[in-house]
């Protein structure tokens, strides 16, 4: 694992058993420092077939978190007497000391957004996604929106499986009924390429649908939300105040109704 940092990596998250193919080195390390990898997850080189602990991999042992150790100040400190005295103040003369609750809420509502917004293809933008069929058509999908589709088959048909024999998820790319990026195993790749549209857009709502094939598991569709959540949030800090912040919308994308 010598040369890590200049090729691409499989990284097998065990919690989830997910595995994301040809992930670079430096988005590697961010999820580290981000705690969404732990200790124990694994990591190889593509195109390798054996498979080794994050802990166990030199070139990865710097990024992980570590724990300080305990200090006798500390110790000392815990052990002084607490004071419970109250201190009234009027409201004019309270700070603003409360907890920043708004990522929180930003990341609840981007789930229940997705299950209660849902657009139905119109036609002459039929996605060749088999996703799962509306009762009523909800909502007709309109110009200016981004897509993700999640697919487990690629375009010729091929199944690929992970070691305990998932389908791993195609993940495609595009705006309007222009693909922008092939189907792909490799979902960083996709939240680049959105994320370099994004720092251009006017400031205000960015609706993105997700195009996902009906059996696709639960925590497949979590995974998508959350890396899309995390780009909103980093988008933002990079365009700054000046080109104004930007607002998730996900659309959960179903096919037409069928007629009775």
């Known amino acids: 694992m010598a040369n890590g940092k200049q090729r691409l990596l499989d990284v097998w998250i065990l919690e989830m058993n997910t595995v994301y193919r040809q992930v670079p080195f430096v988005v590697v390390t961010d999820w580290l420092q981000q705690g969404r990898l732990l200790r124990d997850d694994c990591v190889r080189l593509t195109g390798s077939k054996k498979w080794h602990p994050i802990s166990a991999v030199p070139a990865l042992g710097p990024y992980l978190p570590r724990v300080e150790p305990q200090r006798a100040e500390d110790r000392a400190e815990a ?41 139905a293809v119109a ?28 697919d487990t088959r690629s375009r010729s048909g091929a199944i690929d ?33 959105l994320g370099k549209d994004l720092l251009e857009v006017p400031a205000g709502e960015v609706k993105v649908r997700l195009r996902v094939e009906k059996t696709i598991p639960i925590e497949t569709v979590k995974g998508v939300t959350f890396d899309l959540q995390s780009l909103i949030e980093r988008v933002n800090r990079e365009r700054g105040s000046a080109k104004g912040r930007l607002t998730l919308t996900v659309l959960g994308e179903v096919s037409e109704p069928k007629l009775r």
């Open 79 to 119: 052990l002084e007497p607490v004071e419970l005295g109250l201190d009234w103040r009027r409201p004019g003369e309270e700070e603003d000391e409360d907890v920043d609750m708004i990522p929180l809420i930003d990341i609840s509502l981007v789930l229940l957004i997705f299950f209660m917004m849902t657009a």
């Open 123 to 150: 036609p002459g933008m039929l996605s060749m996604i088999a996703t799962p069929a509306a009762q009523h058509k909800l909502e007709t999908i309109t110009t200016e929106t981004y897509w993700i589709g999640v």
């Open 161 to 193: 499986r992970d070691e305990s024999g998932r389908p791993q998820p195609w993940y495609s790319f595009g705006k309007d009924n222009k693909e922008l990026v092939a189907p792909t195993h490799t979902l960083p790749t996709l939240m680049e390429r």
